[in-house]
């Protein structure tokens, strides 16, 4: 089995210049700036199968991205489990593969070095469509309820390690 990282990783989904889809990349940066010794942070504009080796070698991870279901106010933050997600896990072309997809996908071909533990911080997005360097009001007001989420769920996996 592959000797994984003991070290915590959290990593932004997003795009910059995409409006709320930047969220991700917000949080994560927040996250970076607090200097957590046993944190690593991530700021990926990336989709697909490219998620898989950024995983690689960590146990735990966080991944914070905007999410719009229109089924909720924009900003209001959600977390998700890997299952959360098994009901979108589809065959597709490489281009076309979702995030749980490519879980899968990376469970299935590598799992001892794909981690053992992941929770979804989503926010709900407003607006995706425009290219803005800027969120949405409510989406930027949502980034401090994200950050708690994340920071959260790290110091639960720091008092609840993972199984060996």
Same mark, same amino acid.
Request: charged residues 25%; proline residues 4%; glycine residues 8%.
């Given at each position: 089995m592959a000797d994984r990282s003991d070290r915590l990783l959290v990593v932004g989904l997003g #795009?910059? /210049?995409? #409006?709320?889809? *930047? $969220? !991700?990349? $917000? $949080? *994560? @940066?927040? $996250?970076? @700036?607090? !200097?957590?010794p046993d944190v690593d942070v991530a700021m990926e504009a990336i989709g697909g199968?490219? /998620? /898989?080796p950024v995983l690689w070698g960590y146990r735990d991870v966080v991944i914070v991205d905007a999410i719009q279901t229109r089924q909720y106010e924009p900003g209001t933050v959600m977390i998700f489990d890997p299952e959360d997600f098994e009901p979108t896990i589809v065959s597709a072309s490489a281009h076309d593969i979702n995030l749980a997809t490519a879980m899968k996908i990376g469970r299935d071909t590598e799992p001892e070095m794909m981690p053992d533990r992941v929770k979804f911080v989503a926010i709900e997005a407003e607006d995706l469509q425009t290219m803005h360097e800027g969120m949405t009001p409510l989406v930027e007001a949502a980034v401090d309820r994200a950050l708690d989420a994340v920071l959260y769920y790290l110091e639960d996996f720091r008092n609840q390690p993972a199984k060996r």
């Open positions: #795009s910059p /210049i995409m #409006s709320d889809d *930047a $969220v !991700g990349l $917000v $949080v *994560a @940066e927040k $996250v970076k @700036e607090m !200097g957590m199968l490219d /998620i /898989i």
